[in-house]
């Protein structure tokens, strides 16, 4: 059972940065697809940033492109997600993700859920 523990959140004024971590146990994350999903106040779950098996691609939400860069640690067995010039509209709580097969796909098929960490940006 694949087990994904977030960290990283936290305030941070309008323009800063944090980076978000996600340490997975009991499977390797180079062997997964992941992804990083954030849900704000009163809306629905979206995708943010994914990362395919191995790293070969990464993809992201058009409203981040340019401003957060996923990465993967093989030796930590760590995804991480870099937040640059945040904005008060990245405010929300941002969950780690893994499935199994090749594609980025939908939320739906994510098996393996971290617990959240929650991102404020104060204007």
């Known amino acids: 059972q694949v087990r994904l523990v977030e960290s990283g959140g936290g305030l941070v004024q309008d323009g800063g940065s944090l980076r978000l971590s996600c340490a997975a146990s009991?499977?390797?994350?180079?062997?997964?697809?992941m992804s990083w999903f954030r849900q704000a106040p009163g809306k629905g779950r979206e995708f943010v940033s994914g990362?395919?098996?191995?790293?070969?691609?990464?993809y992201y939400t058009d409203s981040v492109k340019g401003r957060f860069t996923i990465s993967g640690d093989n030796a930590k067995n760590t995804v991480y997600l870099q937040m640059n010039s945040l904005k008060p509209e990245d405010t929300a709580v941002y969950y780690c993700?893994?499935?199994?097969?090749?594609?980025?796909?939908?939320?739906?098929?994510?098996?393996?859920w971290g617990q959240g960490t929650q991102v404020t940006v104060s204007s």
């Open positions: 993700a893994g499935r199994r097969g090749p594609y980025i796909a939908t939320i739906n098929d994510y098996t393996y």
């Open positions: 990362i395919t098996r191995n790293g070969d691609t990464t």
């Open positions: 009991g499977g390797t994350v180079s062997t997964y697809t």
